[in-house]
């Protein structure tokens, strides 16, 4: 260690074009840093703390949600087009990477009786005929019948329809939220679309939570270098430090690149 400080006393500029090059080398692993947006992610992998959670999530196949809300401006969902859209809305999503395609349930996915042969059928009405005027009336007779209007996938009223799904573990749910926005934009019209659900909320969190540090760092870097300018009396030796703090954290950040650590987006 003394040798090390004797040869950077001896050669500062060595030391300033060596630290350099590494912070460069270091700087372009950053983009491959994984941020992670699942709170559980704050938690070490395996706590006794929440086995008891872990247990039964796998149990019951618990997963983040996706929602996609269905509200017609005007009527109710048992119309042919809002049918049609939510149909389309439910293929898309069970198409959407990083989404349990078995877990999607909506309108679209319940099971039906099947009039002309008086038995159960595995597919939805929607599926099984053209939906038009009468076949979506009979649909809503066949929904409030076996009790499918019970405020889950659709309201008493028929106001309003809902699609769920699951999100994978490990899924990027940043890339989820852009599908399932698209899909949304392109379906929107005379019903209205929401979204929500704890896997786009987390999805959010990380868009917020990067706009936050865009605003919040340069903001803190202008702090540290007055109030450093205030310690030393000269702006040199502040904005020194303020670069040795930098490269402290951009060689922190290119170690966990390298040893695919994920990085909780706060």
Not at 45 to 69: H, K, M, Q, R
Not at 172 to 186: G, I, N, S, T, Y
């Amino acid at each position: 260690m003394l040798r090390l400080i004797q040869f950077s006393v001896a050669h500062p500029r060595w030391v300033v074009i060596a630290t350099a090059v590494v912070a460069l080398m270091c700087a372009l692993q950053i983009p491959r840093i994984h941020l992670q947006l699942d709170g559980r992610s704050l938690v070490p992998a395996g706590d006794a703390a929440l086995a008891a959670s872990d247990g039964s999530s796998a149990t019951f196949g618990l997963e983040d949600t996706v929602v996609i809300g269905i509200l017609p401006r005007a009527g109710t969902v048992y119309r042919p087009s809002t049918l049609l859209r939510l149909t389309d809305l439910t293929d898309q999503l069970k198409a959407t990477p990083g989404v349990d395609p078995r877990s999607v349930v909506s309108l679209a996915e319940i099971p039906s009786l099947d009039f002309e042969r008086h038995e159960k059928n595995h597919q939805s009405m929607l599926r099984r005929m053209p939906v038009g005027p009468v076949n979506a009336q009979r649909f809503r007779a066949e929904v409030e019948r076996e009790g499918w209007a019970d405020g889950v996938v659709v309201n008493r009223s028929g106001t309003a329809a809902a699609i769920y799904a699951g999100v994978r573990r490990g899924a990027d749910r940043k890339r989820v939220l852009e599908r399932v926005r698209e899909a949304a934009a392109e379906a929107a019209g005379e019903d209205r679309i929401v979204l929500t659900g704890t896997a786009l909320a987390q999805a959010a969190l990380g868009d917020a939570a990067a706009l936050d540090l865009m605003r919040l760092i340069p903001a803190v870097m202008a702090v540290l270098i007055a109030v450093m300018w205030v310690f030393f009396r000269s702006f040199v030796p502040a904005l020194v430090s303020l670069a040795e703090i930098g490269v402290s954290i951009v060689c922190t950040a290119a170690i966990l690149a390298w040893t695919g650590q994920a990085v909780f987006v706060t």
